[in-house]
């Protein structure tokens, strides 16, 4: 099984400042298979990122992704007051399909 | 507009069986798989295991291998997660979600079940 270990586990950033956020798998994975999630108290997860660096429907410009082999980077270049949440990366590329443990956003 | 609409929180007991339900509108529902995720209380995502509407089949994740069972009516466009004796630590929400090539692409509101004595 693929263990994603994501860092730091809380990030405290101001609104407007670059948030970067990152995604470790415990072997190789192929940079097709790499998926971020957003999820905000008391509602479900929405994809933001597929593919590694693919943006799904109706996910501003902001987001953004990166990375290859191990090493994968959720970036949010300026953070609004509504992208304050917990982003998790999943892998799809081996079974078991596996999530990080989160890494929460808060407003500082 | 593709939408899955899950069925209302559960408070069950231990020993207790249960089967949510996951339908899909909105889209051909035999077009994606659907996957069930759990998320325990203040805790991350795990991906519980997902089933082809068109001919039921079936992938567990070994955490879930025989622990719960996943089926699908194609003829209503609905997906199931079920359990034959709940326990206390099965206390989570669960989601379902459309699948696209393996990432989680539509999720439903989520599934509230609370087992407790």
């Known amino acids: 099984e693929i263990v994603l270990t994501q860092s730091p586990g809380t990030l405290s950033l101001s609104p407007g400042e670059r948030a970067t956020l990152s995604c470790r798998a415990s072997q190789s994975i192929s940079s097709a298979y790499l998926a971020w999630y957003q999820q905000k108290p008391g509602q479900a997860p929405r994809l933001l990122i597929y593919?590694?660096?693919s943006r799904a429907t109706g996910i501003p410009d902001r987001f953004s992704g990166s990375g290859s082999g191990t090493d994968f980077t959720l970036t949010i270049s300026r953070l609004e007051p509504e992208d304050f949440a917990v982003f998790y990366c999943q892998q799809y590329g081996s079974s078991p399909w596996t999530f990080g443990q989160g890494t929460k956003v808060e407003i500082k | 507009e593709v939408q899955l609409v899950q069925s209302g929180a559960e408070v069950k007991k231990p020993g207790e069986s249960l089967k949510i339900s996951c339908k899909g509108s909105g889209y051909r529902f035999t077009n994606f798989w659907i996957g069930w995720v759990r998320q325990m209380p203040e805790k991350g995502l795990e991906w519980m295991g997902i089933i082809n509407p068109s001919d039921s089949d079936t992938r567990y994740s070994p955490s879930f291998q025989g622990q719960v069972t996943i089926s699908a009516d194609k003829s209503i466009s609905t997906a199931y997660l079920q359990w034959s004796s709940l326990k206390a630590s099965d206390t989570a929400m669960y989601y379902c979600?459309?699948?696209?090539?393996?990432?989680?692409?539509?999720w439903g509101q989520g599934t509230l079940v609370t087992v407790s004595s």
């Open positions: 979600a459309t699948i696209n090539s393996g990432y989680f692409d539509f």
């Open positions: 593919g590694t660096s």
